[in-house]
């Protein structure tokens, strides 16, 4: 099968082309109908010099010839083509169209010498030669087309092309996503951890204060110096969990904002959202930590003084002291899960 025959065939026009059509519309101070003719008339001579000269100049010296022929007020314009080849029927056209333009203005031209306000109208229709033409145009290249989709080598070329071109940037823009889906997913994962491990941390420094407060619990201890002495090595331990709280808990979410806010896991409406939770997330942590603060006060700073547990003065804060951490707690870990969702919604 050969792929090019639609080819040999040429889009070739011979004989007449179009007609172009000029009209004396008419004239503002209404000369006689027989004086426009006259005119019209006398003007044919140089009209289809000028025009000749202009066929040439726009489609070639061979392009073909016209005729130019009075009817009245009307001049008619029959162009002719040799033996001319067309390339593209629209261009073709739009030349045509330019040409009687041009036409018309050479013809008002003409005429406006004897006639002052002389209007011409100008149009142009196709022979049946251009017709004919530009209908077969199309179907040159469509029968090419149907020609080449039925070659199966026309098919395994453009397949493979097209797989070639497309598949690696298909798999490339999933490998993307698929990266940072699991990065993103890394670091919902790692907040509720960090915030799980900073709530342990709490938790152990407020059960090393009841549990120093239970031991201590014998009046017939007060004064002593073992007291003062078990009191001292209580705040010395307690003093190195809470170091190992700090390091820990008043950083990570901090940490996490900058990630949001400067790495591509993360949009700016995301990254505020992680900002503002954060800034939360820090007032909750403070919350928890002065929860501490005054049965830290008196069980390891102030003097201690045992007492019946049951009656005694650290039972109380020690209970109200959980009820408050349990309460910012749980806050605490609600902003958490909120920023670990800000992550997890890919």
């Known amino acids: 099968m050969n792929l090019f025959a639609p080819f040999r065939k040429k889009a070739v026009l011979r004989g007449e082309v179009c007609r172009i059509h000029l009209i004396l519309a008419g004239t503002s101070d209404k000369q006689t109908e027989d ?15 000028q025009l000749t000269s202009s066929l040439s100049e726009s489609f070639g010296e061979d392009f073909g010839s016209l005729c130019v022929i009075s009817q009245g007020r009307e001049v008619v314009i029959k162009v002719n083509a040799a033996s001319y080849v067309v390339k593209r029927c629209r261009d073709f056209k739009k ?3 330019l040409f009687t333009s041009h036409a018309r203005e050479l013809f008002t031209r003409i005429l406006r010498e004897k006639l002052e306000h002389a ?5 142009w229709t196709p022979s049946p030669t251009l017709i004919r033409t530009e209908l077969a145009a199309p179907e040159k290249y469509s029968s090419l087309f149907r020609q080449l989709v039925k070659h199966p080598a026309v098919l395994v070329l453009l397949g493979a092309a097209l797989g070639n071109y497309f598949l690696p940037k298909i798999q490339s823009s999933s490998n993307d996503r698929k990266v940072r889906h699991d990065e993103r997913i890394k670091w919902a994962v790692a907040i509720i951890d960090q915030n799980r491990e900073t709530s342990r941390e709490l938790v152990n420094l407020l059960t090393s204060l009841a549990l120093f407060a239970k031991d201590h619990a014998n009046p017939k201890e007060k004064n002593s110096k073992r007291i003062r002495t ?3 090595e209580a705040r010395e331990r307690y003093n190195i969990q809470y170091l190992t709280f700090d390091a820990q808990a008043w950083w990570w979410y901090w940490t996490t904002q900058m990630k949001a806010q400067l790495s591509a896991l993360a949009t700016p409406d995301e990254a505020r959202q992680i900002q503002n939770l954060a800034t939360l997330y820090d007032k909750q942590l ?4 002065a929860d501490l603060v005054d049965p830290w006060e008196r069980i390891l700073r102030d003097p201690y003084y045992p007492a019946s547990w049951d009656n005694g003065p650290y039972k109380i804060p020690l209970e109200q002291a959980k009820t408050n951490l349990d309460r910012h707690n749980s806050e605490r870990d609600a902003l958490a899960i909120k920023m670990a969702e800000v992550f997890a919604s890919d």
């Open 119 to 123: 209007v011409v109208r100008g149009y």
């Open 230 to 232: 078990q009191q001292y």
């Open 286 to 289: 403070r919350e928890c930590v």
């Open 35 to 49: 004086l426009q003719r006259e005119t019209v008339k006398a003007a044919l001579p140089q009209l289809e010099q």
């Open 95 to 97: 030349g045509l169209t």
